[in-house]
């Protein structure tokens, strides 16, 4: 009983200087993402989460950490159900799939459509959920395999997935 005490009172000691590892957020500050495109340019990358908010820096963690600066209260990147690569984008799925911000079980797609809509492409996306994840990738990867991931095409006004497998 005596070593509770002691944690909980360290505990509370760190909490008031600030120096636990999480923070306090206010929930009504979030802004849960439900799309994530991400291109890569030369030396740079773009982030977009739809609504106009996006932002550019020459490494994915730079562009999303000025993401967070433009947007009004607090993207929420783990609440994210894709993310999208544009083509060509070399080294973008590495670097996506490495990113810890992302939720490991989100769907990763790819698409040579430079500047989709988040918004309407999250809503076709949401009714054709990929079961190729950023989790599989990252292990396919780590195994030294080429993953096959799907690729998101314009078709008819619309979308289509392309399944990775033809």
Do not use: C, W
């Not at 989460?49 to 607090?74: M, P, Q, S, Y």
């Not at 950023?134 to 399944?163: N, Q, S």
């Amino acid at each position: 009983m005596k070593k509770l005490l002691g944690l909980l009172l360290a505990a509370g000691i760190l909490a008031g200087l600030g120096l636990l590892p999480f923070r306090a957020v206010d929930a009504a500050r979030l802004l849960p993402v439900k799309t994530v495109i991400v291109t890569r340019s030369g030396d740079s990358y773009t982030v977009d989460i739809g609504a106009g908010v996006k932002a550019a820096g020459r490494t994915l963690r730079e562009a999303l950490d000025r993401l967070r600066e433009a947007v009004t209260g607090e993207a929420f990147l783990p609440t994210a159900e894709q993310v999208v690569i544009t083509e060509p984008a070399a080294g973008a799925v590495e670097a996506v799939t490495e990113e810890t911000e992302f939720r490991p079980a989100a769907g990763i797609y790819l698409t040579p459509e430079q500047s989709p809509d988040a918004a309407e492409l999250g809503e076709y996306l949401a009714s054709h959920p990929s079961n190729v994840t950023i989790l599989a990738v990252r292990a396919e990867l780590a195994a030294g395999r080429t993953p096959r991931i799907p690729r998101i095409l314009a078709a008819d006004g619309g979308y289509r997935v392309e399944d990775p497998a033809q």
